[in-house]
């Protein structure tokens, strides 16, 4: 078994924010540890039938016509990748979630990439901190020009110093491109700046057979138990890339130390988890 070190600096795989590594290869391959944020999802939106809730008001049902409307069109394409009804389906339950949980909140992002899950809470909360180590991702996201509610900030999460504490902190298709050996040191710097009994809520990807996730598609585990796929950049070049797929009990376990009041919600593309910190 090849053992790796990885030195990170910031990288771009097609168009995603990426970590890759500065000084390891695998016979020929570069280690790109990818840190996606949801930013090739297609548009769902929190607004329904027009009407942006006002922070803590009542939000129609998603059973609504107005709220459907959301999922107009079975097939969307976006930048190349197809998304089918059902995985649309359930990134609608994700924001419709996300929306209701961080209503009237204040929320620190972490990763949030070109700022696609923050255009979304932000429509609801009372105010938003995201924050992302790519300038360039930090960058397409204040272009979005969102209300005076957001505000970005080009900040590693394992550097990131603030005396605010939040209400909630949201982690949005991160935890999979972490080494499992940091994923302790995360969760501690999470932990941290939300405040007594907030919430800590987490979004990221379920192994599906036929698709990118297809656990056939694993290409290497190396000695912690990390799992990396092969993945061809648009030049032609081949990548090692770092994506864990935790299970249920995995989750609980290394949360339970800082959390309480585990809810974990597996949608058939998505896993969710959703805790109240644990503080004194």
Known sequence: MIAIK???????????????SADRTVGNRTVILPNFAGEN??????????FRPERNAERPSANEPGYRRILQGSRRRIRGRVFESEEQEDLKTATDLFCGLFAGKSVLEVACGTGWWTERIARVAESVLAIDINESMIAIAREKKLDGNVSFEVSDIFAFATDARFDAVFCGFIWSHILLEDLDRLIARIYGFVKPGGAITIIDC????????????????DENGNTFQNRTLRDGSAHLVLKNFPD?????????????????????????????SDHD
């Not at 297609?42 to 329904?48: A, H």
């Not at 379920?206 to 290409?219: F, Q, S, Y």
């Open 41 to 50: 999802l297609p548009p769902l939106n929190c607004v329904y039938n027009g």
């Open 206 to 221: 379920n192994p599906v057979e036929g698709t990118k996730h297809d656990l056939n598609r694993i290409a290497k585990i």
């Open 6 to 20: 990885v030195t990170l600096r910031l990288g771009v795989l097609a168009g995603k924010r990426a970590w890759i």
């Open 248 to 276: 249920e009990r995995f989750i609980r376990t290394k949360l339970s130390p800082v959390c309480q009041k585990i809810r974990y919600i597996k949608l058939r593309y998505y896993w969710i988890t959703i805790c109240e």
